[in-house]
């Protein structure tokens, strides 16, 4: 404020800034109380979701251990992966010939399946994990060479599918 002021003046313009900022702390008062309602509110409903999902979770789990359990061969499966040597000639096509070989015969599967199983399996030794644009590649090749039938030819927009033959 400059110094041409009258007293008047000054009190008046003190007065309209004192009038804000008791209304805008009236208003963020009354925010205040809003938000804390909407935090508990959001709390609650946190909570009871994280109980949710970890009550879905567990009982996915144990489905797919008796599924893993019921399936023959899954132990047999499991030790000839484990002793699957990945060092020479061709391991990649050696791994997804036995992802592919772990199928059923009216299972659907693409490259970011078979992918992903292999390096659920084999991650732990290989130095990198397997790229599925690689596998698709294989599974492309493999299809042309009738090894196994292409149900889905991919897109931009979504991958092919394989079953076996």
């Known amino acids: 404020m400059g ?12 007065e309209a800034k004192i009038a804000h900022h008791r209304e805008s702390q009236a208003f963020h008062a009354q925010q205040e109380v809003l938000h804390r309602e909407q935090a508990a ?3 609650g409903e946190l909570a009871t979701a994280i109980e949710r999902f970890e009550a879905f979770r567990a009982a996915s789990e144990a489905a797919g ?3 893993d359990r ?3 061969g899954a132990a047999a ?3 000839k992966d484990a002793d ?3 060092g020479k000639g061709r391991p990649l096509s050696a791994m997804i010939a036995r992802v592919i070989e772990g199928k059923a015969a009216d299972e659907t599967f693409g490259p970011s399946v078979v992918t992903k199983e292999i390096n659920e399996r084999w991650g732990a030794k290989l130095r990198r994990k397997v790229d599925p644009r690689t596998v698709a590649a294989t599974l492309r090749r493999w299809a042309a060479a009738g090894r196994i039938h292409q149900t889905r030819e991919g897109r931009a927009y979504y991958e092919s599918l394989y079953v076996k033959k």
């Open 3 to 14: 110094s041409k002021l009258s007293i008047d003046q000054v009190l008046e313009q003190l």
């Open 70 to 72: 019921s399936r023959p």
């Open 77 to 79: 499966q499991a030790a």
């Open 41 to 43: 509110l959001h709390a």
């Open 65 to 67: 251990e008796l599924l």
């Open 84 to 86: 699957m040597d990945l």
